[in-house]
């Protein structure tokens, strides 16, 4: 078991189940009338516009380990704390840097941190912090929505401390984006380096860039 990540969710289900494909389009009718009620004007584009562009969707995944020692590792960072690999740290340290994680998350200003592990949705529209729509509401991930925009502006912020090297433009280099996706999604890797937190990293950074792009959300699911 593991998080999925999609951009382009409905094109997806609409070449291979439909059943899925009205149950998320009444999903994201939802989620468009709850943003409405916040000021923002978004919704996903339909399956039948035109098929996106290269690099306007995204698919991938990753255990739910990887998401946690992600940000653990910018929680870290943004506090100029030392950014140690999660594979190397000692267990009682990790727990005290997860402690750090909550205290950051209670601020409500970090859209990686407040957002569910499993479920809801980045859409590509820029607003500071993350939302917290009613319950009543019906938005998966128990209505917390954040901004692709800015979860792509934390991702860049805090790589160098886990050694992604960005160009200046915010992009990858090819051979550093090979680098971060060859290590194993499955798997905590040994040997103490960066490589769970890296390929967290890229499939997040790969899934804004996509959502920016096309104009559709990142689902978690």
Known sequence: ????????????????????????????????????????????PPATSPAPAPGATCSAGFPYSHLTHLRRASVLAARGEAVTPASACDPEQYERDLDEVADESSMFSSHLLCHSDSAGYYVPVDFRD?????????????????SSVRLLAELLAFAPAIGVRTEPDGTLSAAEAARLGGARAEHEQPGGGFEAEGYAWLQLYRACRASIAGGRAVVFH
């Open 1 to 44: 078991m593991g998080l999925a990540i999609s951009v382009g969710l409905l094109h997806d289900l609409a070449a291979h189940d439909q059943e899925g494909l009205a149950h998320h389009r009444q999903a994201f009718d939802r989620l468009t009338e709850a943003l409405a009620g916040e000021g923002i004007d978004w919704q996903e």
């Open 130 to 146: 993350p939302l917290f729509l009613p319950e009543e509401s019906g938005v998966a991930g128990a209505g917390m929505v954040g």
